[in-house]
């Protein structure tokens, strides 16, 4: 009986460090070469509906300290949550349309009705510290893509449900959807606001 223990135990242990690895390969930047085309890149939806996030240049992929830049493709009446973060945000819109939620950056104790904002092919526009936003693609016709360009990673993001929640009930979501394969270990970090 102990024995067929031991042979479980050590099949246990063989699994976890074969993943321990292949999790550690997906994560580091050995295998990238130095010019990478985009549309090889890894894409995934990371399980919400509409998107397709490309990481093009990541701080967890490339040791990146300073900058990350993301590639995202919205399809009709998808978005991102309405969240916030302490990093600077800029957007360049590729292809598509749609609206941009921006919150009025006051004192108040929530978000409050935010102001909209077309956007569309070739504008650009950025997300100041800790205000609160949402980019939603409500062009029903054609995608909706974007260059998002954040500091400081990697992000941490904190999400409303609806914009008259309270900011200190927003939730901490780190690491963040693209992250989570890269830094599940790290412990969460405390509210900046
Ligand atoms: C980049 O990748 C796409 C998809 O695999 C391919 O169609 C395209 O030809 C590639 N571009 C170059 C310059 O290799
Ligand atoms: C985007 O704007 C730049 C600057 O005006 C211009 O050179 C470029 O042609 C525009 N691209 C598209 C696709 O409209
Ligand atoms: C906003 O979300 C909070 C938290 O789920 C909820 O308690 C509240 O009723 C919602 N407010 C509105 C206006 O939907």
């Known amino acids: 009986m102990a024995g067929t223990g031991s042979i479980f135990?050590?099949?246990?242990?063989?699994?976890?460090?074969?993943?321990?690895?292949?999790?550690?390969?997906?994560?580091?930047?050995?295998?990238?070469?130095?010019?990478?085309?985009?549309?090889e890149l890894p894409q995934n939806n990371y399980g919400r509906g509409g998107l397709a996030h490309t990481t093009v240049a990541g701080s967890l992929l490339l040791g990146l300290k300073e900058v990350e830049v993301w590639l995202q493709t919205f399809s009709p009446?998808?978005?991102?949550?309405?969240?916030?973060?302490?990093?600077?945000?800029?957007?360049?819109?590729?292809?598509?349309?749609?609206?941009?939620?921006?919150?009025?950056?006051?004192?108040?104790?929530?978000?409050?009705?935010?102001?909209?904002?077309?956007?569309?092919?070739?504008?650009?526009?950025?997300?100041?510290?800790?205000?609160?936003?949402?980019?939603?693609?409500?062009?029903?016709?054609?995608?909706l893509q974007v260059l998002v360009v954040i500091s400081r990673p990697p992000i941490k993001v904190f999400i409303y449900e609806n914009w008259s929640m309270p900011h200190t009930a927003a939730k901490l979501k780190f690491p963040y959807d693209w992250d989570e394969e890269c830094l599940e270990l790290e412990p969460p970090p405390k509210d900046e606001l």
Do not use: W
């Open 77 to 143: 009446g998808s978005g991102t949550p309405i969240h916030r973060h302490s990093c600077e945000e800029v957007f360049v819109v590729l292809r598509g349309s749609g609206t941009m939620y921006l919150a009025p950056s006051s004192h108040e104790k929530y978000p409050g009705k935010p102001e909209e904002f077309f956007i569309f092919a070739n504008s650009t526009f950025h997300i100041p510290v800790n205000d609160v936003h949402q980019v939603r693609n409500t062009n029903e016709h054609e995608d």
């Open 9 to 39: 135990l050590f099949f246990f242990l063989s699994l976890l460090s074969f993943s321990a690895i292949s999790e550690a390969s997906k994560c580091s930047a050995q295998e990238f070469p130095v010019v990478r085309n985009i549309s």
